[in-house]
C-alpha cells in the first residue's frame, strides 16, 4: 500500500544535520515538513535523536506490545491515527489491548482501533517543545517511516505514568542504527485477466464484511479494482460531493454514524453522531468535543457507494480512495454487531447512489 506516493522518492542518507536545519528554519508540523522534504516524518525524529534534543526520546521496538499494554495508566488521551489524506483524532481512555499474532485490538471509552502489528516497527516518545509545536506523545511508526498511530497526553492525562513508560522501554541503541525502507508495492492482477464471474459470484456470496479482504487476496487484486469490475448493484462511483453531503446529513439528522481512517499500521474507528461540521476550502472538518476529523480535499480523488452482502443484511458504506487507490476514509451507519444497518443510513446510501451523478 502507498499511502504517501511523494515518499517513493525520498532521498536515502540524509544527512541529520540537514533535516535539522531545515526543521529549524521552519514553523511546519514534523508531518508537513517531511512532507515538503520528501522524508519521512520519523527520520525528522530521528535526526533529532541523534542531535541529542531531549524532548526526542527513541523507544526500543521490541517493547512495543509492552507499552500498548500499559498505555491505560495514561487515563484520558488523544488518539490520532491518520494518512496523508485525512486525520482522525478521538479523546478517550485505552482499554486492555488484546494483542494476538500479528493483530490487535482496543476497545473501551472512546478509543476503538484495529492494529496490524506487523507495521509497527519505530516507537518515539516526543516531550512538550513549544518552540516546535510538539506535545508529549508516544508516536509509533512503520518500516517506511510514516507514522501509523500517536497518542497524546492531555491535562488530565497521568505525566507520571507517561514519565515511567518511556523510561521502562527506552533503546539501548537510539536512533542511530535506525534505517527506513518501503514496503513491496503488491502485486496485482490486470482487469482482463481476472476472472470477473467467480468474484462477483463469491461477492455474494459474503458472510461477513471482514471476509471481504481475503477476496482480494485470492483474486490478487486491489480493492478499488474490484469496485470497478463490480456492477452498480454492489459498487457505484458517486459525485466528490458525496463525502460532504453525506456528513451535512448525519449532522443535521443526528444520524449515528462509524468513521474509519486507516493505514498500514492502523484503523481508527468513531462512533457515533457527529455535530459541528467546518468546511474549508482545502479542508472538510468535524470539530466536536471528543471526536475530530480533517479531510484534505485535494488528496481525495474517487469516492464510491459500495454494498456487502452479510448474513444480517447488506452493509453500505462510503469509501474514499487517493489518486493511488488506497483506501483513506470509509462511512458507514452505526450498528451494533450481528444486526442489519439502520434503515436511516440505508435510505440514504440509496438516495446518494440514484441521485448524485457519477464523477
Known amino acids: 500500500m502507498t499511502l504517501n506516493p511523494a515518499l517513493e522518492a525520498s532521498p536515502r542518507g540524509l544527512d541529520p544535520a540537514v533535516l535539522m536545519s531545515a526543521w529549524d528554519a521552519s514553523s511546519k508540523r514534523p508531518f508537513d515538513l517531511a512532507e515538503e522534504l520528501g522524508v519521512s516524518e520519523c527520520a525528522l525524529l530521528q535526526a533529532a535523536a541523534r542531535a541529542g534534543e531531549p524532548w526526542c526520546r527513541w523507544l526500543d521496538p521490541e517493547r512495543i506490545r509492552d507499552v500498548l499494554m500499559?498505555?491505560?495508566a495514561l487515563g484520558q488521551v488523544m488518539a490520532l491515527t491518520r494518512n496523508h489524506a485525512v486525520v482522525h483524532e478521538k479523546i478517550g481512555r485505552y482499554g486492555q489491548g488484546e494483542l494476538e499474532g500479528h493483530v490487535g485490538l482496543i476497545i473501551h471509552e472512546g478509543i476503538d482501533l484495529r492494529l496490524f502489528l506487523d507495521h509497527w516497527c519505530h516507537m518515539v516518545a516526543v516531550d512538550d517543545c513549544p518552540q516546535r509545536g510538539?506535545?508529549?506523545?508516544?508516536?509509533?511508526f512503520d518500516a517506511g517511516g510514516t507514522a501509523v498511530h500517536k497518542v497524546y497526553l492531555r491535562p488530565e492525562s497521568d505525566r507520571g505514568a507517561f514519565d515511567a513508560i518511556v523510561?521502562?522501554?527506552?533503546?539501548?541503541?537510539?536512533?542511530?542504527?535506525?534505517?527506513?525502507?518501503?514496503?513491496?508495492?503488491?502485486q496485482t492482477?490486470?482487469?482482463?485477466?481476472?476472472?470477473?464471474?467467480?468474484?462477483?459470484?463469491?461477492?455474494?456470496?459474503?458472510q461477513?464484511?471482514?471476509?471481504?479482504?481475503?477476496?482480494?487476496r485470492r483474486y490478487r487484486?486491489?480493492?478499488e479494482q474490484a469496485l470497478?469490475?463490480?456492477p452498480p448493484r454492489f459498487a457505484r462511483r458517486v459525485s466528490g460531493d458525496a463525502l460532504e453531503a453525506t456528513l451535512a446529513h448525519a449532522a443535521c439528522s443526528d444520524l449515528s454514524i462509524m468513521v474509519f481512517v486507516r493505514n498500514r499500521g492502523c484503523v481508527q474507528i468513531h462512533r457515533g453522531p457527529i455535530r459541528r461540521l467546518e468546511p474549508m476550502a482545502t479542508w472538510l472538518n468535524v470539530l466536536d468535543p471528543e471526536f475530530n476529523l480533517h479531510v484534505r480535499r485535494r488528496a481525495l480523488a474517487r469516492l464510491w457507494v459500495v454494498r456487502k452482502p452479510t448474513r444480517f443484511g447488506v452493509v453500505s458504506a462510503l469509501e474514499a480512495y487517493d489518486s493511488a487507490g488506497d483506501l483513506v476514509l470509509t462511512l458507514f451507519g452505526d450498528r451494533p454487531a450481528r444486526e442489519p444497518e439502520p434503515r436511516?443510513?440505508?435510505a440514504w446510501i440509496d438516495q446518494l447512489a440514484d441521485a448524485m451523478p457519477p464523477c
Open 221 to 223: 487484486i486491489s480493492r
Open 167 to 186: 523510561a521502562s522501554a527506552l533503546s539501548a541503541r537510539g536512533a542511530r542504527e535506525v534505517a527506513f525502507e518501503l514496503p513491496a508495492a503488491m
Open 228 to 230: 470497478r469490475l463490480a
Open 134 to 140: 510538539l506535545r508529549a506523545s508516544l508516536q509509533w
Open 189 to 206: 492482477l490486470a482487469d482482463g485477466d481476472v476472472d470477473r464471474d467467480r468474484l462477483l459470484a463469491e461477492w455474494a456470496g459474503l
Open 208 to 216: 461477513d464484511t471482514h471476509d471481504f479482504q481475503s477476496l482480494l
Open 70 to 72: 500499559q498505555l491505560p
Open 344 to 346: 436511516a443510513w440505508q
